[in-house]
């Protein structure tokens, strides 16, 4: 009597090529795992790469071939005179300007009224004459009160601007309208001629008008003019801001670097280098792993590691060949701590960059080309990442083959076990088919022998 087992003729389990398949994908699964730690280190490595470039970025800012690129502008009396600069033309130096008269815009203001937006002031047309000519503006009896006569003189193009005036020294007559010019100077003059308005309940007339005029300074006792308050073409890379007239007030203005920016940004070049370096010390770190023994991080006790941790500390250390009496980066300021990492004593640099600013600007550019430490810094960081022999671009590369080559292993015993599968699987359903036949063949032979 034939027995089966789990519903198939052969009595074996249904799953078996898939266990088969499983057990023979083992050494499968071991690459993928040899390839998910390539691949954390490649991470590491790229997190390194970037740090290495950070350096160098963080050094371009700090001075560039015309010294340091931070300035400031002061002036000894701002409520005065004020100023911008672009830090890339300004050059440093010093000034005394004297303000004698403000640019002035062509003003005028009317008698007062009891409202803005009630009382009719006629039908008609205002002139002004403008150094384009004569223009209009034409006033209806929908537009003939205070505020709409405002807006007809803005929407006209006139080449003046009004608004209406709420003036409380006339506590009966408090609106008022102000028109002036766009431009100030003297060349932008308006003239405000009599007003055309016809049967308006009040009449409107210009009662004061002030005369366009240049602003007037002076500098060494010699007075000049200027149509604008703001004077862009006087000091290099400055645009001045005048703000008040005050005759006999002599007002400094200096240019000099602003040190306490400079001192910021080698405050950030130190911050990136010690990014790099506390990303070394913490691979060559001993920590605890699951098991409680004690390892290196992934990249700890590595050639690349090792060398580029060399580089680093010898570009702090290594004297640079320029003119200048300072030699190293730890002359000024820049110190080690006792961890290894270094520290700016930003008191020490602002002291040492004000009492010797062209040694210290001498020491960092250098040539520009192939001495300072700028440069130098700039050229051997890029030595470290560089894409054909640099240890960190290479390391990162060899490991991307790795991680190639086993993709392709990979690949290939995936093709493999697809061809064994379907091998077994042809086996597997060929014993079946035998083994129900002699199953079958088995069960007519006892029921022919019992009867």
């Known amino acids: 009597m034939s027995v089966r087992i789990n519903g198939l003729a052969s009595g074996l389990p249904p799953n078996l090529v898939d266990q088969v398949i499983e057990a023979e994908r083992m050494p499968i699964k071991q690459m993928q795992g040899q390839k998910n730690t390539i691949e954390d280190k490649v991470k590491l490595v790229t997190d390194l790469e970037t740090k290495i470039n950070d350096i160098s970025k963080n050094l371009t800012s ?13 002036s000894s009396f701002p409520d005065i005179i004020t100023g911008t600069l672009d830090p890339n033309v300004a050059e440093k130096g010093e000034w005394t300007l004297e303000v004698v008269q403000l640019a002035g815009k062509p003003s005028a203001v009317t008698n007062g009224f009891p409202d803005k937006d009630k009382t009719t002031l006629g039908v008609g047309y205002i002139k002004f004459q403008t150094e384009e000519g004569e223009k209009e503006v034409y006033i209806t009896e929908g537009d003939s009160t205070l505020e709409k006569i405002a807006a007809a003189i803005n929407r006209s193009g006139a080449g003046v601007r009004a608004m209406v005036v709420n003036d409380r020294s006339d506590k009966e007559d408090s609106f008022k309208l102000e028109i002036s010019g766009l431009k100030t100077g003297d060349d932008n003059e308006v003239k405000f001629p009599t007003v055309y308005l016809l049967d308006g309940r009040r009449d409107l007339q ?27 073409d006087l000091i290099p890379g400055v645009v001045l801001d005048l703000k008040k007239a005050k005759p006999n007030e002599v007002v400094n203005l200096k240019v000099t670097e602003n040190y306490e920016v400079i001192a910021d940004k080698l405050k950030t070049f130190v911050d990136s280098y010690n990014g790099a370096l506390a990303f070394i010390q913490n691979q060559n770190k001993l920590t605890p792993d699951r098991d409680g ?9 590595d050639s690349m590691v090792r060398m580029t941790e060399s580089r680093l500390r010898s570009m702090i ?3 640079q060949q320029t003119n200048s009496k300072f030699k190293r980066i730890l002359e000024l300021g820049v110190e080690f701590n ?3 990492t270094l520290n700016l004593n930003q008191d020490k640099f602002n002291k040492i960059v004000s009492e010797n600013p062209e040694d210290v600007v001498e020491f960092l550019r250098g040539d520009f080309v192939t001495n300072g430490f700028v440069t130098t810094m700039k050229n051997r960081l890029g030595s470290i990442v560089d894409a054909q022999s640099g240890p960190v671009t290479t390391r990162k590369k060899s ?22 599968e379907e091998q077994l699987r042809r086996q597997f359903a060929k014993m079946e088919e035998s083994m129900s036949k002699l199953q079958t063949q088995g069960a007519s032979a006892a029921i022919g022998g019992g009867g």
Request: proline share 3%; net charge positive.
């Open 317 to 319: 250390q290594d004297p």
């Open 338 to 340: 006792r961890n290894g």
């Open 206 to 232: 210009f009662v004061a008008t002030n005369k366009a005029q240049n602003a007037k300074y002076k500098i060494d006792g010699h007075e000049f003019e200027a149509t604008e308050n703001k004077i862009t």
């Open 62 to 74: 700090i001075v560039g071939a015309r010294g340091f690129v931070d300035r400031k502008f002061e």
């Open 293 to 301: 023994n004690q390892r290196l991080g992934p990249l700890g006790g």
């Open 399 to 420: 490991m991307q083959e790795r991680m190639s080559q086993i993709d392709r292993r990979i690949d290939a015993k995936e093709r493999m076990l697809s061809k064994r």
